[in-house]
């Protein structure tokens, strides 16, 4: 598979926590850093995911928000 998006983090699936619809996926992609996103329970299924599984975190964005307290 080759995609155009160039922030590909991998790491391994920490935890899924499954609603009625969508599930939220954390993914342990190291030194303590965890980034989470929510799925359908379709596309769980469809990529097979399961935890401890290894995975992509792939961000595509044309804009990132900072704030600060």
Not at 45 to 52: A, D, P
């Amino acid at each position: 598979m080759k995609i155009s998006a160039r922030n590909q983090l991998k790491g391994t699936v920490k935890s899924i926590e499954t609603g009625s619809v969508n599930a939220i996926v954390h993914i342990d992609i190291g030194n303590g850093n965890v980034i989470s996103s929510t799925i359908s329970i379709d596309a769980v299924k469809e990529l097979g995911l399961e935890v401890g599984k290894e995975a992509y975190a792939i961000i595509k964005a044309t804009s990132v928000m900072v704030g600060v307290n």
